[in-house]
């Protein structure tokens, strides 16, 4: 059963900093990787997607990586804003087509 | 792009009533829809698979009779929260992905969720 892990559980920095949230996976034969923003109280919004082909993502300040032999992805955020804070979410999917989700690193930037 | 419509977003009601969370798919037909329950600081909990013209496929350790699935068309997919309890209060979100059925390039699409509340 896939296994997906999360970390830092929660982030706090100022403003403008360059973040990096980790996304682990126990089976590596994923089809895709997706990464979540979830505002407080709100459903997911797509930030990214990576085929199992791929090794990066690229959109705006985010950058999204994979290394599938090693489940991991990591999450690269440049020049962070106040707008960033919400919890992020990265979400494998596999031979069942489901995804399996993370439980989710929350940030908040401050000003 | 894709977009998922999910309503009520919220619903407050007395224990004993049923509720009906509906979800859409706006510009695209899914064959699948997902349904999952998410707890306060929790991730999100698959609960079943809507599929169109048939059965939903549920997940271990989820009532099928408490949480009713319909998938009559490829654009909607209903869950009917029947004789809610206290216990049932969450946070509900559907999810979809364009094309037929789920491709391994296509994104998962999600709706905004319900908050559902019962008193």
């Known amino acids: 059963k896939q296994e997906v892990t999360q970390i830092p559980a929660a982030l706090s920095v100022p403003e403008g900093e360059n973040l990096v949230l980790n996304c682990s996976f126990t089976d590596s034969a994923i089809y895709n990787l997706q990464w979540f923003r979830q505002d407080p109280g709100k459903g997911l919004t797509s930030l990214l997607l990576?085929?199992?082909?791929?090794r990066e993502q690229t959109s705006g300040r985010l950058n999204a990586s994979l290394d599938k032999s090693s489940g991991r992805s990591t999450l690269y955020i440049a020049a962070s804003q106040p707008g960033d804070s919400a919890t992020y979410l990265c979400?494998?999917?596999?031979?069942?087509?489901?995804?399996?989700f993370g439980r989710g690193t929350s940030l908040i930037v401050h000003p | 792009g894709a977009v998922v419509s999910q309503h009520p977003s919220r619903v407050i009601c007395k224990s004993g009533t049923s509720v009906k969370i509906e979800c859409r798919s706006l510009d695209f037909q899914a064959t699948t829809m997902f349904w999952y329950r998410q707890f306060p600081k929790q991730s999100l909990m698959l609960m079943a698979t809507s599929n169109e013209g048939s059965k939903a496929t549920y997940e271990q350790g989820v009532e099928k009779d408490k949480f009713l699935i319909n998938h009559a068309s490829l654009t909607l997919s209903t869950l009917t929260v029947t004789s809610a309890h206290p216990e049932d209060s969450s946070f509900y979100i559907c999810?979809?992905?364009?094309?037929?059925?789920?491709?391994?390039?296509?994104?998962?699409?999600f709706g905004d969720g319900t908050r559902l509340s019962i008193l």
């Open positions: 999810s979809a992905g364009s094309g037929t059925g789920v491709s391994s390039n296509q994104p998962q699409h």
């Open positions: 979400a494998v999917t596999g031979g069942s087509y489901i995804p399996t």
């Open positions: 990576i085929q199992s082909s791929q």
